[in-house]
């Protein structure tokens, strides 16, 4: 081994033994990736200092994931000291689909996928496109904007807005609900951030309960979101009050926060990235794989966990029941064993089998909506602003568990 390649095996070995999701320092928020490679090199399977344990390979998160027996998506012994028990935090956190296994999470799942359907997420199309083209508009009217509060950001909250009917001039609150709470998720979030996303949590819980109030005494058609959960049109049994309030929030909150996260992501890349945008523009059809890549190459979602519930095997190691999983998406989203060249961005790739959206009967219940969202903004983005450019200056957000910018300026020459 050539002596510049040994030392860099050496720093790779000592970055991987050094790791501490409790512990990040400033260098990993801006770019993650090169401490991943080290951790699937030389720790893919990395025993932390609090006992959990840090998955970094495809294959062995995809096993996790759909290994529907040996392992539980409930995370209240986590929450419980986090939070702290009976806390606005934990109330809702334990309650959301993400974080809960069957029966509960079958029954909550199939009632917001019967809601969305493949004919409801054709009819927001054209409601999607016209909303698009007036952010592109407006962005253009400005010359300088901000692609995630001007452009990202304001997509999602629209279109989840819609689909529970939430009135138009109340949504100002929705997107700082989010993120306090979402923040709040991180592996060390500070009291600062926890306090934010305990009150978060109450206010968005008492603005949620007016809206259910509200429609309860009027219910709408089979295109409103909040009617359909409020009738339960699956025949199971119906989701209670809390259990309603809390999954409102929930989607909310996911249809919110990570689409914003793949629309900002995506278009820094391909404002950076002049060869991939000029094919995207070319070729409009390659919105859908673009797409795709976009998810496997800045994951939105970063971290996943579970709870080890049966003796099982992972990458030849034995784990007992009681151990505590973190799956690093953005790492395995970036493995060359399954990826060719696995830094590069291509956005025609194919096959694509990222994890963005997580697998098994865990996969995101709203994938189809975040990933029209994207399709649309990106195409329209492209082709009606195609001499947009990053102005530097651009801010991620400080969070371990959700890539994202908080801020992203641009420019329309």
């Known amino acids: ?24 320092p400033e260098r990993f928020f801006e770019d993650p990736y090169p401490t991943y490679a080290a951790l699937r090199r030389h720790a893919p399977l990395l025993r932390c200092p609090d006992g959990s344990v840090f998955l970094t390979r495809h294959r062995d998160l995809d096993s996790v994931y759909r290994d529907r027996g040996s392992f539980s998506a409930d995370k209240r012994e986590v929450f419980r000291p986090k939070f702290g028990d009976g ?17 509960y999470h079958t029954r909550v799942r199939r009632q917001i996928v019967g809601a969305l359907s493949p004919g409801a997420i054709r009819a927001m199309v054209p409601g999607l496109q016209a909303l698009v083209a007036g952010l592109c508009d407006a962005a253009a009217s400005k010359g300088r904007f901000d692609l995630i509060e001007d452009f990202a950001a304001a997509i ?7 689909l529970l009917g939430v009135p138009r001039d109340e949504r100002g609150p929705l997107r700082a609900w989010s993120l306090a709470i979402l923040g709040a998720l991180d592996p060390a979030p500070g009291a600062a951030a926890l306090e934010r996303g305990q009150r978060s949590v109450t206010e968005f819980l008492e603005f949620t309960r007016v809206l259910v109030a509200e429609r309860r005494r009027q219910l709408r058609g089979t295109d409103d979101l909040l009617s359909r959960l409020i009738r339960d ?9 809390h259990e309603l309030l809390h999954n409102c929030i929930f989607l909310l909150n996911a249809g919110h926060e990570t689409t914003t996260n793949l629309i900002g992501n995506a278009l820094d890349v391909l404002l950076r990235d002049e060869p991939a945008r000029h094919r995207l523009q070319q070729d409009p059809s390659l919105a859908v794989p673009a797409v795709e890549e976009c998810l496997r190459y800045e994951s939105p979602n970063q971290l996943g966990n579970r709870l080890v519930i049966a003796p099982v095997e992972i990458g030849g190691q034995r784990f007992e029941p009681g151990t505590y999983l973190t799956l690093c998406i953005g790492a395995a989203n970036r493995d060359p064993a399954e990826f060719h060249d696995p830094d590069r ?23 189809s909506v975040a990933r029209l969202e994207a399709q649309v903004a990106i195409a329209e983005f492209l082709r009606r602003l195609p001499r947009a450019r990053l102005l530097g200056g651009s801010l991620r957000n400080r969070r371990a568990r959700f890539r994202g910018f908080a801020s992203l300026p641009a420019v329309v020459e």
């Open 345 to 367: 961005f291509d956005p025609g790739r194919e096959p694509n089998r990222h994890l963005a959206f997580a697998a098994g009967i865990h996969a995101c219940a709203g994938m």
């Open 1 to 24: 081994m050539p002596a510049d390649d040994h030392g860099d095996a050496e720093r790779a070995a000592a970055l991987a033994a050094g790791f501490d999701p409790a512990q990040l």
């Open 87 to 103: 806390t606005p935090l934990f109330a809702h956190h334990t309650t959301s689909l993400v974080f809960n296994d069957p029966p």
């Open 156 to 162: 999602p909250v629209e279109v989840i807005g819609n």
């Open 233 to 241: 049109e699956t025949g199971g049994e119906p989701l209670g009050e």
